[in-house]
């Protein structure tokens, strides 16, 4: 019975091992050296800033749908989400005149609100995600268009001067982005409510099965999902000044990318915040501002970032249909059938 | 003597057309294994969900500890002390050990998850088992056995004082067994009441005290291990002699080979199957559920990937090697689940008939000739005795034996020479099961090659001319076609009986 | 005896619960036609200049190239997928064909050049859905946004007007009882889609994967190359439709292919009974949903209802139609 020891693996396998998991790393350091390189201001303080504060919005956004695609699902609404409730704040408070905290407040009621109607529709109505989301994403934007009648409406002065506050050097949305990460991060690794959501995306029947209320988890989801695209919205509106119907357009799309390229893998259960979808974002700020160093054409970038995501998507695929090497601490003999064997 | 800690009296559950458990009665005591033994369909899993509160029962009375108790839900059945280790394992792979056995209540402080608590909840637990792994391991790492001790630890975490074992050794290796059996005598040691589900009768005279036996819903026998032989169990689960009916005719001499399997091999699954398959000939593969008789056919065919092994087929002058993915072309296959992987159900049996065979009905253009389509459906429908209002009623109003036909005749249009019939009747009411027989009884006769698996002892003793046994992914044994039931149930469950035949 | 009689009433229960499903399916399929009727009728009372047989032939033909992609996505969601990536793959094609035309190329060659690069970017799109197992949606969100980007990179967001007078002449004809010829390119295509869905090998296999892959994978059906197929007659059908409404337009740009002609796209077929749980519906029933969501939006239009509130009336439209239709299966 002893005679299947495990074969040592191939040279090849091994590597490809090697590479799927390190894979974003590896990529990660090869773009930071491929600029410094050949980008010659790429690599100072100021420049790291500045891209940090570029991606800040990105960075609240991204977390948000990380938590939705780690349940197994996905949100493509969340650039809507941002769009439709900046506007309505932007309105608000330059038509009716309202004070900008109490505007914060309702938009962030409103975004919770867009997010318990995603998850309605989904777990009530039983709508695929991708659908519903499909659905949403292109309808909130409609709204959003007709309450700004498309038109650039900027923010009163005192909130757009907040877009360049600092502490020392360093931008306070820096700081407000990492904070929101580290806390979702914590949501994820360190509540019951996170560890659901990675019981859902590993399986929701065995889930369920196990008493984890599936409904209730995902619904609180996509509010969650919701709630981070409208603060991130809110950062994206602060730094531009204004809103205008590109706001969040095309977000969707880009957050995804960043999920993907930060590990989180789109079959669910697995990734992570910290340190994945920080890298994620990381990993498409620098690409941007280096080709923007280069003096690329910018339309090249949209080419590019679907470029990295097809291939970041490729491994994820890969990596999901890879038989995860069995540690046995104490046999070495191999059981004879597999576990869910029914004939 | 003592009471019995665990009583369920009279128990009785019809489900629609079904009667599934009718008046049994069990009596468990604390600190012993009681083994519950049956067929396939006999009602072990029906009472054990009655016990776990996952269905209710029509009649009957559980007593614990004396008391009478109301189980109506999964919740009552914990709260009562009982827990379930099911065959079918619940793991979430990406998660740690801990996690997974806490993930519907997690220890918290503040509203996070109070790690510590949690791994020093488990630790015991795993100890207990003799587990080596540590509570923060994943579980995507652990190996069947270990995952299945996760499986047990999740259940002890309640401090059960009832623990129904499902199947569970059927993924496990011998060693890992030994461990088992090792934690059930430990719990029995601490006054715990274990319930044991299972097939193999080895087992059940190593670490059970007591059993009883059900078939067709009716409970046939019970008592103490020690005053049991193995002959009167498989006798208890088979029931009377009298009406083996041979239909087949043996043969004395086989055909040529048209089928050569040699060493087929998937790490975990499949060890070495090898075996010829004839013309004529109706080949038996008997073994119990999860003994790897579906997965030999789902490797024949490419549905499942191998890691080692030859495929040979004979395409009408000489055996050559063939790869599964080619196999389908000359293997007609009844898959154990036809709803699941036999039909489409909305649509007509027509389109479901010509499902395998539209190369052929096509034209040059590559357009399903209609009228031939029709023509070939209606013969098959006629030749099958398929009971339709027409051609184009979808396949999903049919009743289950008339939807089997029509697998049949999918693939009678293509007649190709080998057939694997997976539980070819299964769920089909008398009538059915014998037209279906029939039907294989006649290709065989026709010189086709049929390769029979079914969970049904009758069903393999009308049909076969010769039986494969498996046990744990290998063929163990191989018996002729004039073996009895007694000697085929007691080689699947790995019983060696020497008088067998004598019974 | 019990056994007896419970079973016949479980049988009866059956039969009842059966023809209560037959009876669900025939209403199904008459909703989007009783909806149409509503709509008609309340348009008959309140827009006068709706029944002009100028608004309606206009009403055809803005139908006709959203009939032809929806008769794509129809290949595409029976099998159970979905193609995000149509209307980006059509404005693509539409922008190097009209760039060829514009350095002077002749009109066959940017015909074949707008099917070709629709063909060949739906093969992409299949190869990394049936050959890499990659997730539909995903796969085509991700060649929308690098179809779109290459649009505008091409063209720096500038519409490449279309000056071949040919081209009109041979897509915008309308000598025959005064219908534009895109009416009756699209009817045609539908006849060969409802044709080759009815009765070629392809169509059945379609149905087959669509409805249950794995028992299709038993009997033999190549999968795999089915699924690869479906994407390949989207993407050839964005190149069609590129053609047809470059003529229209009199030009090509990256607009042309904006994200809620998508939303249009699932809508007709949606509407029109293709499920997006694979194996339900026909491209007839999409051509009808197409027809059924242009009326709705050129009447929106002509009650003077802003784009923007159209764009939400689909949006409910959609969810609406998908949830009736998981409703109904459960």
Not at chain 1, 118 to 132: A, D, E, M, Q, W
Not at chain 1, 143 to 161: C, D, F, Q, V
Not at chain 3, 94 to 110: F, Q
Not at chain 3, 281 to 305: D, E
Request: glycine share 10%; proline share 4%; charged share 15%.
């Amino acid at each position: 019975m002893n005679e299947t020891k495990s074969l040592p693996m191939p040279i090849l396998l091994q590597a490809r091992n090697f590479a799927l998991r390190y894979g974003f790393n590896i990529v990660l350091v090869a773009v930071v050296l491929f600029f410094t390189l050949t980008a010659p201001r790429f690599l100072t303080a100021a420049n790291i800033i500045g891209l940090l504060h570029a991606a800040a919005p990105l960075m609240v956004i991204a977390s948000g749908l990380a938590l939705v695609v780690i349940s197994g699902k996905l949100d493509i609404s969340v650039g809507s989400v941002a769009f439709l409730t900046t506007s309505i704040g932007t309105l608000l408070m330059v038509r009716h005149g309202f004070d900008p905290i109490v505007t914060l407040f309702i938009l962030l009621a409103l975004g919770a609100l867009l997010g318990a109607l995603n998850g309605f529709i989904v777990v009530v109505l039983r709508v695929n995600p991708l659908i519903t989301t499909l659905g949403t994403m292109i309808g909130l934007r409609g709204i959003g268009l007709e309450l700004t009648k498309s038109t650039n409406i900027a923010i009163p002065e005192e909130i757009r001067r907040l877009g360049n506050a600092a502490i020392g050097p360093i931008f306070v949305d820096i700081l407000v982005a990492l904070a929101i990460m580290l806390i979702i991060h914590l949501i994820h690794t360190r509540t019951p409510f996170g560890r659901q959501i990675v019981a859902i995306g590993n399986d929701a029947d065995t889930a369920s099965r196990l008493g984890v209320r599936v409904n209730r988890v995902t619904f609180l989801t996509f509010v969650v999902s919701s709630l981070l695209a409208t603060i991130g919205g809110i950062m994206t509106v602060i730094q531009v000044g204004a809103v205008s119907g590109n706001i969040g357009s095309g977000l969707e799309f880009t957050a995804v990318s960043v999920v993907v390229i930060g590990g989180i893998s789109l079959f669910g259960g697995e990734g992570s915040i910290l340190p994945g979808a920080l890298r994620g974002v990381l990993i498409l700020e620098i690409i941007r501002n280096g080709l923007n160093h280069l003096g690329a054409d910018p339309y090249a970038y949209r080419f590019v970032n679907g470029a990295i995501i097809f291939i970041a998507m490729y491994a994820d695929s890969l990596r999901s249909r890879l038989p995860v090497i069995a540690r046995s601490f104490e046999s070495e003999e191999q059981p004879a059938a597999k576990p869910t064997a029914t004939g | 003597m003592a009471e019995p800690y665990l009583q369920m009296i009279g128990i009785t559950k019809q489900f629609p057309g079904v009667r599934a458990l009718s008046n049994v009665s069990l009596a468990a005591y604390a600190g012993e294994a009681h083994a519950l033994i049956g067929a396939n369909g006999a009602g072990k899993s029906t009472l054990m969900n009655i016990l776990g509160g996952v269905i209710r029962a029509d009649a009957g009375e559980i007593r614990i500890g004396g008391k009478p108790v109301a189980i109506h839900s999964p919740l009552d059945a914990t709260a009562n002390g009982i827990a379930f280790v099911h065959q079918e394992m619940a793991m979430l792979p990406t998660m740690t050990v801990a996690e997974n056995m806490h993930i519907a209540s997690f220890p918290t402080r503040l509203g996070w998850v109070d790690r510590n608590t949690m791994v020093e909840r488990t630790r015991p637990i795993l100890r207990r088992l003799g587990c080596q792994f540590s509570p923060d391991t994943q579980v995507q790492h652990l190996s069947t056995g270990d995952r299945q001790m996760v499986e047990i630890a999740r259940a002890l975490l309640s401090h059960p004082s009832i623990i129904i074992f499902d199947e569970p050794t059927s993924s496990l290796t011998s060693r890992e067994k030994a461990r088992l059996f090792d934690v059930i005598r430990g719990l029995k040691a601490e006054g715990v009441t274990i319930i044991y589900i299972t097939h193999f009768l080895d087992e059940v005279f190593q670490i059970c005290e007591r059993a009883t036996v059900l078939r067709g819903g009716e409970m046939v026998g019970s008592g103490v291990m020690q005053e049991l032989k193995p002959e009167q169990i498989v006798h208890m689960m088979i029931g009377d002699l009298g009406v083996e009916v041979h239909q087949k005719a043996l043969k004395a001499n086989l055909g040529e080979p048209v089928l050569r399997v040699t060493r087929l091999n998937r790490e975990g699954v499949l060890k070495d199957i090898s075996f010829i398959l004839h013309r004529g000939e109706v080949l038996g593969l008997w073994g119990l559920l999860g003994s790897g008789r579906t997965e030999v056919a789902r490797a024949i065919i490419g549905l499942d990937p191998i890691d080692s092994g030859q495929i040979e087929i004979h395409d009408g002058k000489t055996l050559r090697v063939v790869r599964p993915s080619e196999a389908q072309r000359w293997i007609g296959m009844l898959t154990e689940d036809r709803r699941d992987e036999g039909l489409l159900l909305p649509m007509s049996v027509k389109q479901n008939m010509s499902l395998a065979n539209l190369r052929g009905l096509a034209s040059r253009w590559m357009l399903i000739r209609d009228d031939e389509e029709t023509r070939q459906a209606s013969r098959l429908v006629k030749r099958l005795n398929i009971i339709i209002s027409n051609l184009r009623q979808p396949v999903r109003t049919l009743s289950g034996g008339n939807q089997q036909k029509v697998v049949v005749g999918r693939w009678l249009q293509v007649s190709p020479p080998i057939f694997i019939m997976d539980e070819p009747t299964r769920g089909l009411d008398v009538g059915a099961k014998a037209e279906i027989r029939n039907i294989i009884l006649e290709l065989a006769e026709a010189g086709n090659a049929i390769l029979v698996i079914s969970s049904e002892i009758d069903e393999m003793i009308a049909l076969c001319q010769r039986y494969l046994v498996m046990n744990r992914g290998q063929i163990v044994k191989e018996l002729p076609g004039s073996a009895t039931r007694n000697e085929l149930m007691a080689a699947a469950a790995g019983v060696e009986m020497a008088d067998a035949a004598s019974i | 005896m019990v056994t007896q009689s419970a079973s016949d009433e479980y049988k009866a229960v059956q039969l009842l619960s059966l023809r209560r499903r037959l009876a669900d399916d025939r209403i199904l399929r008459l909703i989007p036609i009783i909806l149409l009727i509503a709509v008609l009728a309340v348009l008959a009372a309140s827009v006068p200049n709706f029944f002009t047989s100028r608004n309606i032939i206009n009403v055809l033909v803005q139908a006709s190239t959203l009939g032809l992609m929806a008769i794509g996505m129809t290949f595409v969601m029976i099998s159970g997928g979905i193609d995000l990536s149509i209307p980006a793959i059509m404005a693509l094609s539409a922008i190097l064909g009209a760039m060829h035309l514009r350095d002077g190329g002749s009109i066959a060659v940017s015909c074949l050049i707008m099917l070709a690069v629709g063909g060949l970017l739906g093969a992409v799109n299949g190869f990394a859905v049936a050959y890499l197992k990659m997730i539909p949606f995903v796969v085509t969100l991700a060649m929308m946004t690098v179809a779109t980007g290459t649009s505008i990179w091409i063209t720096n967001s500038i519409s490449v007007p279309v000056t071949n007078e040919a081209l009109f002449d041979l897509v915008l004809d309308r000598s025959f009882l005064n219908i534009p010829r895109p009416v009756f390119i699209t009817a045609l295509v539908t006849i060969l889609a409802v044709v080759i869905i009815r009765k070629h090998i392809f169509g059945r296999w379609l149905y087959a994967v669509g409805v249950n892959a794995k028992a299709a994978r038993v009997s033999g059906v190549p999968t795999t190359r089915v699924i690869f197929g479906t994407y390949v007659i989207s993407g050839f059908m964005a190149g069609l439709t590129a053609i047809v409404l470059a003529a229209r337009l009199g030009s090509a740009s990256a607009n042309m292919g904006s994200d809620s002609i998508v939303l249009d796209i699932v809508s007709s077929c949606v509407v029109g009974g293709v499920s997006i749980y694979g194996g339900v519906g026909g491209p007839l029933g999409a051509v009808f949903g197409a027809i059924l969501i242009t009326v709705i939006s050129n009447s929106m239009n002509m009650m003077q209802v802003s784009f923007f509130t159209s764009l939400i009336v689909k949006g409910i439209v959609i969810i609406a139609f998908v949830a009736f239709d998981s409703f109904r299966r459960r």
